[in-house]
């Protein structure tokens, strides 16, 4: 299984998405400081996460949030009350 996730920076509450197969280890990874582009905003929460069984159906969908401004937008407006705290 497949998951796209989606991340909150305790620090500055900037936002990441990602896609892997084994998000507990992912997230230690990110926490640890050994992935380049979320070093330096940890720690990071999960927030969202969609599981597909298809790793290209998984793939596209986090293209998707990261290209199409609209993607995102529409997933900030679900996740409203939980982006507050």
Same mark, same amino acid.
């Given at each position: ?7 909150? @920076? =305790? ?11 084994? !998000? #507990?280890? %992912?997230? =230690?990874? $990110?926490?640890?400081? #050994? @992935?380049?582009?979320?070093?330096? $905003? ?11 069984? @298809? #790793?290209?159906?998984?793939?596209? %969908? ?5 290209? $199409?401004?609209?993607? =995102?937008? %529409? !997933?900030?407006? %679900?996740? $409203? ?5």
């Amino acid at each position: 299984m497949y998951c796209v996730y989606l991340l909150q @920076s =305790l620090k500055n509450k900037s936002l990441y998405i990602g896609c892997t197969s084994d !998000l #507990k280890k %992912r997230l =230690l990874i $990110h926490n640890q400081g #050994k @992935s380049i582009y979320t070093k330096k $905003h940890m720690p990071w929460k999960l927030i969202y996460c969609e599981a597909y069984i @298809s #790793k290209q159906d998984a793939f596209s %969908r986090e293209k998707a949030l990261k290209l $199409h401004k609209q993607g =995102l937008y %529409r !997933l900030k407006e %679900r996740l $409203h009350y939980t982006l507050e705290i």
